[in-house]
């Protein structure tokens, strides 16, 4: 079966800018969480979303933001732009969302300039 | 605060050495622990939950909630686990996981 996917794959944006990045969780999987990862900070936990509502939310500011639609793919959208926002973003789904095994994207490469 | 701890950032072993790559936690209630892997050029994968008690590609990992750690043990290295680790906790029903920094184990020849 097809694994995540993200998309676009490589973004370069300005500050100030805003951002929406995609993830299409594999089929039948209704849970999908973000993180972001950064070499500083590693993985962090950004939200996850079950069945279209927002489960859980990670220790991020009020710029960050996300969704799910029926079909169960996610978006997420980063408002004003700054160049700490520069990290891969990493979509994974999960069959229910109550465990932690979690089927990874290969991420989305967001660079602030 | 939950965190999850990693120390080393490079393990180098020979092929055939056993290896254990560490990582300790601070959790205040009953945690579930993983380990996930990164193979080059491939996605961040599960390798092994604590609760499944398996071995996984010869690894195996105990929770020693004693010492708050969950170190994941190979008696054989095999070049083919060269890879970046992730050790990683989860603070609550769903996915929202804590991980470690991440640990690279390169295994030569």
């Known amino acids: 079966k097809a694994g995540v996917t993200q998309t676009p794959r490589y973004l370069i944006k300005t500050r100030g800018q805003q951002v929406t990045l995609s993830c299409s969780p594999i089929?039948?999987?209704?849970?999908v969480s973000w993180y972001q990862q950064t070499p500083g900070q590693g993985l962090q936990f950004l939200f996850e979303?079950?069945?279209?509502?927002?489960?859980n939310k990670g220790n991020f500011p009020g710029r960050f933001s996300g969704r799910q639609f029926s079909n169960s793919r996610s978006e997420m959208n980063v408002s004003t732009l700054e160049l700490g926002d520069s990290a891969l973003y990493l979509c994974?789904?999960?069959?229910?969302?109550?465990?932690?095994?979690?089927?990874f994207g290969e991420g989305s490469r967001l660079t602030v300039l | 605060a939950q965190r999850v701890t990693q120390p080393e950032k490079l393990l180098s072993v020979f092929k055939g050495a056993p290896v254990e790559l560490k990582c300790n936690y601070s959790?205040?209630?009953?945690?579930?622990l993983f380990w996930y892997v990164q193979y080059s050029r491939q996605r961040l994968q599960l390798l092994l939950r604590?609760?499944s008690r398996e071995s996984i590609k010869g690894f195996t990992a105990d929770l020693n909630k004693g010492e708050t750690s969950f170190h994941l043990k190979k008696p054989f290295a095999q070049e083919e686990d060269s890879a970046m680790y992730y050790c990683a906790l989860s603070q609550r029903a769903g996915t929202a996981l804590i991980f470690g920094k991440g640990t690279t184990l390169s295994v030569s020849s």
């Open positions: 089929s039948g999987h209704r849970s």
């Open positions: 959790y205040s209630g009953s945690p579930e």
């Open positions: 604590h609760i």
């Open positions: 979303y079950f069945s279209e509502t927002q489960r």
């Open positions: 994974a789904s999960a069959r229910d969302g109550l465990t932690g095994e979690l089927f």
